[in-house]
């Protein structure tokens, strides 16, 4: 079977997404104490991106917003 470049590409771009939805689901796997140390990395991530979008004046993104977020603490 001859397969052209678009199908290649597709294909490509459909096990690239595949990984990276494994990587995503894998965290949860992890001991609880790293878990939630990837947690906080990335809610620190998300509230970076928040400050930098209203420092530019757009609209922040859903869960990026430090102020309205209620993140427990550790």
Not at 17 to 36: I, N, W
Not at 43 to 60: A, I, T, W
Request: charged content about 25%.
């Amino acid at each position: 079977m001859f397969e052209n470049k678009e199908t290649i590409t597709q294909e490509k771009n459909t096990i690239l997404t595949l990984a990276m939805h494994a990587c995503d689901v894998s965290q949860q796997g992890r001991k609880f104490g790293v878990a939630k140390e990837w947690t906080y990395l990335l809610f620190d991530e998300f509230f970076d991106q928040g400050d930098l979008e209203k420092k530019q004046n757009l609209p922040v993104t859903m869960l990026c917003d430090r102020v309205t977020v209620n993140v427990t603490a550790s």
